[in-house]
Nanobody, 116 residues
Framework: QVQLVESGGGLVQAGGSLRLSCAASGSTRSISSMGWYRQAPGAQRELVAGFTWNGATNYADFAKGRFTISRDSAKNTMYLQMNELKPEDTATYYC??????????WGQGTQVTVSS
């Protein structure tokens, strides 16, 4: 079992920054992938950025150059630094972890609202 708790969302003006955190607890030793997703109202959930099993990162096109994913293994925490935020970045942001041989675990989500 893995428990994920996101934090760091909020209201920010366009051009501003936020750093999201995803704290993991439970069986987090063997992870095949992990990442950040987002879902805007009426839209499908989409990948923002993620780590593959070997630590490589991948970003959605809209995130490249503005968002940075990172992790602190000692703290079992994953981060998403978001800069130059735009109103279209408004969404609920979720972290996801997929342990080897198991189904994905999702956090409860944190709301990000970017005002113009």
């Amino acid at each position: 079992q893995v428990q994920l708790v996101e934090s760091g969302g909020g209201l920010v003006q366009a051009g501003g920054s936020l750093r999201l955190s995803c704290a993991a607890s439970g069986s987090t030793r063997s992870i095949s992938s992990m990442g950040w997703y987002r879902q805007a109202p009426g839209a499908q959930r989409e990948l923002v950025a993620g780590f593959t099993w070997n630590g490589a990162t991948n970003y959605a096109d809209f995130a490249k150059g503005r968002f940075t994913i990172s992790r602190d293994s000692a703290k079992n925490t994953m981060y998403l630094q978001m800069n130059e935020l735009k109103p279209e970045d408004t969404a609920t942001y979720y972290c996801k972890i997929v342990p080897w041989g198991q189904s994905a675990y999702w956090g409860q989500g944190t709301q990000v609202t970017v005002s113009s």
